[in-house]
């Protein structure tokens, strides 16, 4: 026996089998609903309005969450909803099934939504003299939830929370593990994480919105680690010498990210314990710093981290200014140097999910790359220096206003676009670049890097020029990754044509010219159609592991399975670096 | 095809599956082994001597572990061992499945031994260049472990644990689920946990061997909450009263639990960080108490406790000076007055596993009777008043050296015996009951309970004597205890004689005589042989929720399962307590 589903507003009309459950049979006819709390009809996501047919019922409670939320009396929980008759329905937008995307809505992978803290809204009836229960036995079996870890701060408060709002409380948990938080009367329109992406030189921090994963702000600033060494073999260095520095490192890199979340607190009008999870994404040294952990390992050979993939902490142990009991993710690190940042990435971009062959490369202080090949994948890390990032350059800066981003050729010199329109500053990664390329096309600089002027220099416009030194700086840079994907490929047997696609993240955005870039040699001369570029993957992958939990075990999983490809160990290592300092297109 | 065991020294021959795992063939044979580690073949807990027939080759490491631990070449993992041709073997005592009595010998329910920790000693290799692995990574696959919760202080100290013991350590692990500890060297030998009764009058505590269920000590002291109050009413009136007053009244519990636990720390030569796990019975409100709940919804109608069953709290948070990362585990509430000292006798005794009809009595300040009948249980409490305790009695007290326990006939007068021979003090429970049945015998009392002599005194050994005011007390309490077994078997169609077991736990312990009891109507007049005596089955009860993990699940079950009986919302209460309060027996 089956009955006609008429579905608005998708004009859809689909036969399903009589006596199932609405929100399966949708399922069945491709429109699958947000099953937030799978399908124990207590969260009222699934919401659908039945436009024509039979209506069931209300179920006890049901009517009064319904009024609540100022809805029809035509609305049923399609989880709960046993079709008998021909329905006519209208499917709310939010209740369709959520896709989140993480990373620049250009690059289409998007994530199934399923945050890391869900929130449920219940009335809780009186107590009884005949059968007094426990107050938690009573919430969990309102929120239709299993025994669930409770810290004692939650179960302290519990019976205050239950009296402040007359018995309407909203629970607050984490993962079906944790009741991280039982707050008085409804609040579930508000539900908050924030995201972080440690680098090395910057960092970055995103507030999320776990009921929708919308962007709430998004702040930077530059890492005060950096005071004490611009890159992380020297703060490594650093603590391993004084674990007294490393203290100091810590509370360097939390100061920062404390007051990133003042700053994003504070524009969303939020108080800070309103943000109840977190998720930090950044290399290996970087995340051990975070979170104390000795960097000895890190420093001598064969340089193998402490951890790779960790469960949640707790925010109050790591001294994070937000909800105490907050969870904080820390991404999964695939070796010492290739770490939550690359892992993070991955993630975001699903990249073990493809089974093209494909190259995802984080171009900053350090290169990661990463190589798929059908089932198999390989990482490798190449110390590229600061150079992409703008460091150690005469008139390098990071991509900030004022930055020169882009150089393009005029009849007699170059144009300079600045981030911002800003006055030019100074010249970040990829101005630098394009200036270079430029100039080895009008023969001011030989493939080898040497500055053709009796001065040695190569003005650019607005007064900033290249020295020597910078040349040499970026040549270090290219020919580091260059000679990491020459070998990752030779060593499987492949070619620069055999990829594709080429997946760009780090700090240079959209920014790069896929072409001067490929005229250097830093990318493969390939099809210029397999090149993508992510932003800020790592950011998006921290963001990933908020709103959508399965990616995590899908990051720690891809951590375990990754390949090292070591290429210092590799005999033929010093050669091919050496033969890829010379600036050229290659395949 | 099958092959033939020779099992010694258990003289048994038994035909097994030829390529069956030889720890699969005992168990099938009925000769289960320890499988401490699940069969990973990494505790070294299932080892047997192979004296005749094929060995297999070592596994890799195996006969490192074998050396260490001193054993011959010809012993070997029987998980590991796949049985290909006939054998003779020899099981040594400890390979032998352990089961625990975490009772009095006398009573036979035996636990099966699983304890909350358990400690795996591993050699690590060194790291290598090629594939630079965590370190976390490379202590969890040679422990054969998935991944576990590990918190942070355990990984900040991995490296230093490795580095200290040329990379041999031992893994603390809590039920499979935390990373507890990372110790150098092999200190698989000790593993210590401590259970507490908290009884509102006395307080006890063993340190328990996790490796054994061996008895490493018991110590007890006067609950010092005593100061603020005899009896739990009025301590959460207190504690109701003044949010000051429930801090004090914690501060007192915890500092008797901390002088206990140094103690037995001290008798057994064990730093205290070597106490790695605890479980506490309590009543409800004791726990509240100890937890630092708020105990509002305790002293005021319905009486509905916060929690039932909680998960595992670390130490530290609650202030116990043992390891800061031990796991403590809180027997679960059934009732606001039945508590977790009453779900631990039950656990202790396997009492919801059987299926006769059953009573299991907890007489202390609150008389705590649980009645199973078939599938069912019932479970309530009664205010019997510290009498038992030999509280509130002119000459009474606890059942300290010095106290008469119990009273016998002499020519015209009363013998007195007394806890440790020493001379007589006072009077405690057991004794008191002898002293009043045999008055009533002798027609100094009137079944009303009046005292017959001029005097109102009944004078008994040594100076000590009873004056009206005792007997009234002990009126009380064995009639609260009377009328609510008597309540219990009439609403189930119940009568004394279906009772074929009555089990009675509490501070009593083995001293209570049946007969007097059953004389003044205490008990209900059953045949002798049904009555059973667990002792402290509180204690036993903690002790079983560290040594036999799954017992934790039990109580759970069981404190779900109970169903509450309010004797004070039965109409017929006051009337059967009332008949109840005359001494006489019952059926």
Known sequence: MSVTLEILPLAQKVKVRKKALLSEALREAGVPLSLYCQGR?????????????????????????????????????????VVDSDLRLRIPERSLLGRVAVLDPAFEARLPFDPVLKKFTVQLPRPEVANAEAELDVLLRAIKSGPLDVPLTVLKALPSSLQASGRLVTAVVREGRELLAVEPGDTSAAVTGIAFDLGTTTLVAELVDLSSGRNLGREACLNSQAAYGADVVSRISLAYED?????????????????????????????????????????????????????????????NPV????????????????????????????????????????????????????????????????????????????????????????????????????????????RCSTVGDA??????????????????????LTPQGQVTSASRTIPLAGG?????????????????VKAGIRLMLEANGLKASDLE???????????????????????PDVDRRVVRFLGNASLAGAKAFLVSVPSRQKAEDTAARIEHFSLASRPAFQDVYISSLEFGPWK
Chains 1, 2 share one sequence.
């Open 307 to 414: 951890f790779s993939s960790l469960p949640d902490l707790p925010a109050s142990e790591l001294g994070l200014d937000i909800h105490p009991q907050a969870s904080v993710y820390v991404a999964p690190n695939i070796r010492s140097f290739v770490g939550g940042d690359t892992s993070a990435g991955l993630a975001a971009s699903r990249f073990s999910e493809g089974r093209t062959t494909a190259l995802f490369l984080d171009l900053g202080t350090n290169g990661e790359i990463v190589l798929r090949h059908r089932t198999r994948m390989w990482a490798t890390s190449t110390a590229a220096g600061p150079a992409f990032e703008g460091m150690n350059i005469s008139c390098g800066m990071l991509a900030v206003p004022g930055a020169v981003f882009k150089v393009e050729p005029e009849a007699d010199g170059f």
């Open 464 to 480: 900033l020029s290249l020295i020597q030194k910078d040349i040499r700086e970026l040549q270090l840079a290219v020919g580091a």
């Open 501 to 523: 696609e080429v997946l760009i993240a780090g700090a240079f955005g959209s920014y790069l010219s896929v072409e001067h870039s490929v005229r250097l040699g830093l990318l």
């Open 423 to 444: 006055p030019a500053k100074g010249m970040c990664g990829t101005g630098l670049i394009d200036a270079v390329s430029l100039s080895l096309e009008r023969g001011l």
């Open 41 to 81: 009809g207590v969260c009222g996501k699934c919401l659908v309005e039945v436009l024509e047919g039979k209506l069931p019922l209300f179920r006890p409670g049901e009517e009064e969450v319904l009024k609540r939320s100022g809805l029809s009396s035509r609305h049923r929980l399609a989880c709960q909803y």
């Open 243 to 303: 674990s007294g520095r490393a203290a100091i490192l810590r509370r360097a890199v939390l100061s920062d990210m404390n007051r990133l979340v003042r700053a994003l607190a504070s524009s969303a009008g939020l108080s800070l314990d309103r943000i109840q999870a977190a998720s930090v994404a950044g290399n290996t040294a970087m995340n051990h710093l975070f979170l104390g952990l000795p960097v000895d390992s890190l420093a001598v050979a064969p340089f």
